[in-house]
């Protein structure tokens, strides 16, 4: 998973406060993907984008929850409005354009862990 | 939705013992990758696998794609301490689409 940076990696908000987690992918990839994972669970699949389109949002809770892919800097995952439930550790992963010699393989930040309080 | 299952939740061996983990899902997929996870890290790549029926090893690690497309296997031999961790299997139906996880097997192994 080297390559995919997540900052920070740790981060605690109170209610009602914004978190934001912010994600840079491999160089040469395009793609990103969101995961999110609870104690003891395997990551589930939020949202998927490529430079400045969301793909696939199909696991975005319907509100408080954004994320955005920009042209020039890194990916954003925003959550408003925090509630304790967001505790998590939130994932980011790279894949490289179609077509690519490494395939269509998807890489791991190391996480971003929000505690909220 | 697409689940993976993997079981059983924990496993624990000897150190110098071969063990195997089986990952089922009920739905077919495309791809099929191996994932480890230490305590406060993200999932690790290990092996991916990409056709049916497919074996591939990277190691003492070893994985096939099962040929219905709805199972594969990880096979770890001679382990040793630092196999400790969360093993994760995940599914992907086509190139650069989500990938579906199972709930992951932590493996313990004594010395």
């Known amino acids: 998973n080297a390559g995919v940076m997540q900052n920070p990696r740790h981060l605690v908000r109170r209610r009602g406060q914004e978190a934001r987690l912010r994600c840079s992918p491999m160089?040469?990839?395009?793609?990103v993907y969101w995961y999110r994972q609870l104690p003891e669970e395997g990551l589930k699949f939020m949202v998927y984008?490529?430079?400045?389109?969301?793909?696939?949002e199909s696991g975005m809770p319907k509100e408080r929850f954004s994320a955005e892919f920009p042209k020039e800097g890194p990916s954003i995952l925003r959550i408003q409005q925090v509630v304790r439930g967001d505790s998590a550790a939130y994932f980011c992963?790279?894949?490289?354009?179609?077509?690519?010699?490494?395939?269509?393989?998807?890489?791991f930040g190391e996480g971003s862990w929000l505690t909220v309080v | 939705g697409q689940q993976l299952n993997q079981s059983p939740q924990s496993m624990f061996i000897q150190e110098g013992e071969d063990v195997s983990m089986n990952c089922t899902s009920s739905?077919?997929?495309?791809?099929w990758l191996w994932y480890k996870q230490d305590p406060g890290e993200g999932p690790v790549l290990l092996i991916a696998?990409?056709?049916?029926?497919e074996l591939t090893s990277n190691g003492r690690l070893t994985a096939q794609f099962g040929i219905t497309r709805k199972d594969s296997f990880l096979n770890i031999s001679a382990s040793i301490p630092s196999d400790v961790g969360i093993y994760f299997c995940?599914?992907?139906?086509?190139?650069?689409?989500?990938?579906?996880f199972g709930k992951g097997i932590t493996l313990s192994v004594r010395p």
């Open positions: 992963a790279s894949s490289p354009t179609p077509g690519a010699r490494s395939g269509n393989t998807i890489y």
């Open positions: 160089k040469g990839h395009s793609h």
């Open positions: 739905s077919i997929f495309n791809t």
């Open positions: 696998l990409y056709k049916a029926g």
């Open positions: 995940a599914g992907q139906t086509g190139a650069n689409s989500k990938l579906t």
């Open positions: 984008l490529q430079k400045e389109n969301i793909i696939d």
